[in-house]
């Protein structure tokens, strides 16, 4: 999987699609469970969020926002 993806345009098949990682139990519990876990992003922001927690494969972008997929996930994290 991606790490950056537009929603609609991935393939999720039975992937835990979650709004935000503030739920941390369904987070262990699909990570523990094998299941792939994407999380809604609409902001560089929200992305870097999502992807810092390792159980999380995929941030998933708006179909309006497909700008979003050149995030630099590097320069985002530790500056540039």
């Known amino acids: 999987m991606p790490e950056i993806a537009v929603e ?6 039975d992937a ?10 369904s987070l262990h519990e ?8 994407v999380v809604r992003a609409a902001t560089a922001e929200e992305i ?7 159980e ?6 708006p179909s309006d926002r497909r700008d979003l997929l050149d995030v630099d ?4 994290t530790y500056g540039p």
């Open 16 to 25: 835990l699609v979650l709004d935000s990682v503030s739920d941390t139990r």
């Open 8 to 13: 609609g345009e991935l393939e999720l098949d």
């Open 73 to 76: 996930l590097r320069e985002l």
């Open 48 to 54: 870097k969020t999502a992807l810092s927690h390792p």
């Open 30 to 37: 699909a990570h523990e469970a094998g299941r792939p876990i």
């Open 56 to 61: 999380v494969a995929t941030a998933l972008v």
